[in-house]
């Protein structure tokens, strides 16, 4: 489906309505003037639907984009195959495009690459392979010793950096994972050492499910972090991480398989779960902070919908020209008794009607 037709099918808009207001926000108009002097354009959406299609434009747009980049960076490597090019076209969150992306990102300088440099990659391969026949992995180490790499157990620390790299690239594993912590993870938090004040008490050592924890908890331990008096982690069980992360890599009839487990229990805590607990917190925290904004918002609407003045009634106008001034009555209670528009002013000048 093109843009339009997904933000029509979200919205439950129609597809006009759609093309007609993404044209008025590419010729640089505000959600603010669109709602109030564009109606006859947009069929009449409110500002609300304005504000959501105008943020889902831009996160679609940034998300092509990227796809754009990703597919023109991949081919460019002549790693490209028609089961990648797939999964890339077919991915529906910048998370799963960064996913599999990751493994043909130009990286900087690792503790993987640094191996590679030093000649360790075939010996990796060897490893990871994890042959029944595998040779002596100490005798095989040993002809890779050079003046970079002095040691067998180097050589084999150095392929174990190179094998924990290529898993956490893994793209399948990484949303394993990410699912894992969603659905069974918490977010944790306890005191630091330095004085507190009494708002932080109840996140002295406090615990609570991912998937059930309120958008303003969220918002107080990242206060509380960001003032020093918290220090706030996701929290999974790692044997059922580990079990995914084995299940996908490692083959257990080898005498290379406890090489493996190694390098992917090295994977995961210095390389995997780091990053997903940034990528969750970061989640949870743009999700917590938009609810907030909606509740403000709401909050906001009932204190400009109170009645005008104490006992009594009032009459609204809202200047307007081409399309007329909006005039509206309301009761001492704030009860909206009529509406109407009026045409007083140029172009109509029905001052007399």
Known sequence: MTIQEILAHELNIRLGQVESTIKL????????FIARY???????????????LFDRLQYLRNMQAQREKIIESITEQDKMTDELLKSIEN???LTELEDLYRPYRPKRKTRASIAREKGLGPLAETIYEQAH??????ELAEQFITQDVTTAIDAINGAKDIIAETISDDANVRKLLRNLCLSEGNINSELCDKEKPDVYKMY????EPIRKI????????NRGEKEGFLKVNVIVNENNALEIIFKANVKGNSPASDLVKDAATDAYSRLIFPAIEREIR????????????????????QLLMQPPVKGKTALGLDPGYRTGCKVAVVDPTGKVLDTGVIYPVPPHNKIEE
């Open 214 to 221: 309120p958008g303003h908890r969220i918002l107080a331990l």
């Open 204 to 207: 002295a050592e406090y615990s």
């Open 25 to 32: 926000i590419d010729d640089g108009n505000t959600i603010p």
């Open 38 to 52: 564009r109606k006859e354009v947009t069929g009449s959406l409110d500002d609300q639907v304005l504000r959501t």
């Open 91 to 93: 991915a529906t969150t």
């Open 282 to 301: 970061n989640d949870l925290t743009e999700t917590a902070s938009e609810s907030a904004i909606k509740v403000f918002s709401m909050n906001l609407r």
């Open 133 to 138: 026949d595998c040779p002596d992995i100490m």
